[in-house]
C-alpha cells in the first residue's frame, strides 16, 4: 500500500524557456521523490490539455502557476492519507477529480505529474529501480533496451519553418550495445555539422531537439544530407545506418492538399512522394506521414509501404487507446509513437502501450521538443520494453540527461538494444 503524505509542486523552465511543473511526492512510509513533465511544440488535436495561466504580461501566457496550485491545492487535499495499492487506482482518483475528458481543468500537467512522481516514490518504497517498477507496473520483461532513432536535421515546427518536414532521425541499425549506438552518431553528427559549415556556410544552428537546421531548399535534402554524413562518417546507409523520418504533416496540410516544398498534393500524390523516398533512400520509419484526420488514406499508405517500413502515429493517435484501436481496426498503422503526456496520466499510457503491442505494432518511447533535466523517460522506455526510443539529438542536457540514463542502465542490467530493423 502506498500512502500520500504531501503533495509539492513548483513552476520551472523547460528547454525552451517556457514553464512546466516540478512536483514531489513524499508517502507516509518516508519515500519521496519528484517529476518534472515535458511540453510539446507539434501538439495533436486529440492530446489532453495543459494548464496555462494564460496571463500575456507573464510568460506570454504560458505560466503554469494555477496548475501547480491545483496540485498542492485540490489534489493534494483530495488524496492525502489515502491509501493506493496501485499506480491505476492513483490515476483514476485523479482523472475523475479532474471531470473533463481532456484533463483540462486541473489541467494534464498537472495530473501527470503526479501521476510520475507518485511512481517513482513508489519504486523508492519497494526499493526498486524505476525500471524494473515500470515493468511491474506494465507487465512486461526488461529483455532489451530500446534502439534509439537520433535527430539529425530538424524543420518545421522544431526549427522555424525553413523545412516542411520536421525531422530526419538516423537509426544506428549495426550497434550492438547503447555505448556504440552513441559513439557511432557522434561521428556522424560531428560529419554532418562539417557539411553544413561547408555546404550552407553556417554557424552551428540548433532546433529545439539539438537537430542542426540549416536552411534546406527542398524535403529530400535533408535525406540526401543525412546520407552524405553518414558516409562522410565511415558508415554505409542501409547497412550501419538507417533513417527515420517525422514529417509532422498535419502542419502543411490545409484545403485537402499537402503543401510540401512548391507543391500542392492530394493524399495519393503524397503517398507516391513517401513511396519514393522510401525506394530511394535507406528509410525505416514513416512517422505522421499523412494529416492526423485523413483517416481514409493512412490504411493505403500502409498497405503501400507497410513492407518496407513502419508506419508511425504520432498527431494521428496521441496515445488515446481510443484513436490506437480504430487505427488498429482499419490497419492505419504499424507502430505507435508512445507520449506520456499526450494522454496524461502513466496508467493510460500503459493502456495504450499495450493496445499497440497486442496489435503486433513496434512501440516508440518519444520525448517531446520542450524537455527537462528529469531523466524518467529512459527507464519507462525500458521498463514498457518498447522497440525504439526517441529523445532528440545527442546535444543539449535535456536530451543527454536520458541517454546518460540509458548508459546507466545497460551497466547495471548488461541488456543490448533491440535488434532493429529486423530484415
Known amino acids: 500500500m502506498f500512502r500520500i503524505q504531501s503533495l509539492s509542486s513548483l513552476e520551472i523552465l523547460d528547454s525552451r524557456g517556457r514553464p512546466t511543473l516540478k512536483t514531489t511526492c513524499r508517502l507516509e512510509s518516508g519515500a519521496s521523490a519528484s517529476a518534472s513533465v515535458p511540453s510539446g511544440a507539434s501538439t495533436g488535436a486529440a492530446e489532453a490539455r495543459e494548464l496555462r495561466d494564460g496571463d500575456p504580461s507573464r510568460y506570454r501566457g504560458l505560466g503554469c502557476r494555477q496548475a501547480a496550485s491545483n496540485v498542492s491545492g485540490a489534489i493534494q487535499s483530495a488524496i492525502t492519507g489515502v491509501g493506493f495499492a496501485r499506480q491505476a487506482e492513483l490515476d483514476q482518483r485523479l482523472i475523475e477529480l479532474d471531470g473533463t475528458s481532456d484533463k483540462s481543468r486541473l489541467g494534464a500537467n498537472a495530473i501527470l505529474s503526479v501521476s510520475i512522481a507518485f511512481a517513482r516514490a513508489a519504486a523508492a518504497q519497494r526499493e526498486k529501480p524505476l525500471f524494473q517498477h515500470m515493468a511491474d507496473l506494465a507487465g512486461t520483461s526488461c529483455s532489451t533496451l530500446p534502439r534509439p532513432t537520433i535527430n539529425l536535421f530538424s524543420g518545421g515546427k522544431h526549427a522555424g519553418g525553413q523545412a516542411p518536414i520536421q525531422d530526419v532521425l538516423i537509426v544506428p541499425s549495426a550497434a550492438r550495445s547503447m555505448d556504440e549506438a552513441l559513439a557511432l552518431t557522434f561521428a556522424i553528427y560531428s560529419a554532418a555539422a562539417e557539411l553544413c559549415a561547408k555546404k550552407y556556410s553556417m554557424r552551428l544552428l540548433r532546433a529545439d531537439e539539438g537537430g542542426l537546421a540549416p536552411p534546406f531548399t527542398r524535403a529530400a535534402a535533408m535525406m540526401e544530407d543525412a546520407i552524405a554524413a553518414i558516409e562522410a562518417a565511415g558508415f554505409a546507409p542501409g547497412r550501419d545506418v538507417h533513417l527515420a523520418v517525422d514529417l509532422a504533416s498535419s502542419h502543411f496540410y490545409s484545403d485537402q492538399h499537402y503543401h510540401l516544398d512548391d507543391r500542392h498534393l492530394t493524399s495519393l500524390e503524397m503517398i507516391e512522394v513517401l513511396e519514393g523516398w522510401i525506394r530511394d533512400y535507406p528509410i525505416v520509419s514513416i512517422e505522421d506521414g499523412l494529416a492526423e484526420e485523413d483517416w481514409e488514406h493512412w490504411p493505403l499508405l500502409t498497405k503501400r509501404v507497410g513492407d518496407r517500413a513502419l508506419v508511425v502515429g504520432d498527431d494521428l493517435l496521441c496515445t488515446q487507446p481510443n ?4 487505427a488498429v481496426q482499419a490497419g492505419a498503422a504499424s507502430g505507435l509513437l508512445l507520449k506520456v503526456n499526450q494522454i496524461g496520466s502513466l496508467s493510460e499510457a500503459m493502456e495504450a502501450r499495450q493496445a499497440a503491442s497486442t496489435a503486433g505494432w513496434e512501440v516508440t518511447v518519444s520525448a517531446r521538443s520542450g524537455e527537462t533535466e528529469d531523466d524518467w ?4 522506455a525500458v521498463g514498457f520494453n518498447a522497440g525504439q526510443i526517441k529523445i532528440g539529438s545527442i546535444t543539449q542536457s535535456e536530451r543527454l540527461a536520458k541517454y546518460n540514463r540509458l ?12 535488434p532493429w530493423p529486423r530484415n
Open 323 to 326: 484513436r490506437i484501436q480504430r
Open 377 to 380: 523517460l529512459a527507464d519507462l
Open 407 to 418: 548508459l546507466e542502465i545497460e551497466r547495471e542490467t548488461g541488456l543490448k538494444v533491440s
